[in-house]
C-alpha cells in the first residue's frame, strides 16, 4: 500500500522539482547552495557566465575562496546565524570573479530548519 503512494507523490512533485531545476539553470542572477560549513554544494551557470568559475572548480570548495578576506567575518556570523535557526537579509560582500576582479553580492540565505 505505501509504494503506490509514494510512487504517486513522486509523479506528483516531478513538475515542481523540474520547474525548481529550470529556475536554478536558467537564471542570470547568482545561486548556490553551501553547506553549514561553508563549502558549495551546487552553484547555478551564472558562476560560469558572472564570475568565470565552472561547477566543478567550486563544488566542496570553501566560500572562502571567493569572498573577500575583509568579509570572512560577517560571512562566518550569518552561517552561525543560521544554523542557530535565526534569519540573515541583505549580506552584502564582495567576491572575486576567476580573473581577481571584485564584484559586489547581496545574499539572501533561507533559514536553516
Known amino acids: 500500500m505505501i509504494r503506490p503512494l509514494l510512487a504517486r507523490l513522486r509523479s506528483l512533485l516531478r513538475p515542481a522539482t523540474g520547474r525548481q531545476d529550470q529556475f536554478f539553470t536558467l537564471s542570470t542572477d547568482l545561486f548556490c547552495r553551501v553547506s553549514l560549513e561553508g563549502r558549495f554544494l551546487q552553484v547555478n551557470p551564472a558562476f560560469q557566465h558572472q564570475l568565470g568559475y565552472d561547477e566543478v572548480e ?3 570548495q570553501p566560500y572562502s575562496r571567493l569572498v573577500d578576506q575583509q568579509d570572512h567575518a560577517r560571512i562566518a556570523e ?27 553580492v547581496e545574499s539572501m540565505p533561507p533559514s536553516v530548519r
Open 58 to 60: 567550486l563544488l566542496h
Open 78 to 104: 550569518a552561517i552561525e546565524r543560521l544554523a542557530s535557526g535565526g534569519a540573515v537579509r541583505g549580506l552584502e560582500a564582495r567576491v572575486h570573479d576567476h580573473e581577481g576582479r571584485v564584484h559586489w
